[in-house]
């Protein structure tokens, strides 16, 4: 189902506002709300005009995933405490099973507020995603507290090793590869966005 109905009652038109202002029948936009009629890319960028936003916003969902953490300059993760339900809303994401990590490292820094999407199911089932192998990952190490280093929750490219434990090499950096890490659960960056607002994602507080 589009959007158009919910954009129309967020901007207060209604039906027959619409029509007049697009120059088309009451029952055009009825059918074109509906789903009755299938809406083509050019009507969506005429009531996107009309209605000040995206062609893309009419077309698609807007939906939500939880915000699982926020990612410091050196690539560290803390996890978002629950009770403020920090969500991003992206036309891009799946709630079923996604989560995503904000980076914010200072308004100056060139990738400041960059998001990274990520597979939630791995870090739910305590598991190391086959997926990560030589790609970016998030990864949290077993042990330790939150305060510890043996704890951290931070990004690599994972190698598995024939022991069970994993090499982790740093992305971000030149460092080298740590060897022989037992690793919670890792999961890997499906893909990561820099201007944000150009894309129509937003941060919330809910």
Known sequence: MNQLKNLMMRKGVSGKEMAELRGITPETVSRHVTGKTQMRMEDAVQYAAVLDCTAEEILFETRSVTLYGIADAQHHVTPVDGIHNRRVHTMMANPDWM??????????????????????????????????????????????????????????????????????????????IEQAVELEWATPVLFQTYQNDALNIEVTND
Do not use: H, M, Q
């Open 99 to 176: 989560t995503a990590i904000i980076k914010e490292n200072g308004s100056k820094s060139w990738n400041n507020k960059t998001i990274y999407f990520c597979d939630a199911r791995p870090i739910k089932e305590g598991t190391v995603s086959d997926d990560t192998t030589n790609k970016l990952s998030v990864y949290k190490r077993v042990g330790g507290t939150l305060l510890s280093p043996e704890s951290l929750i931070g990004f690599a490219l994972i190698f598995p090793e024939p022991l069970g434990t994993y090499s982790l090499s740093d992305p971000f950096s030149a460092g080298g």
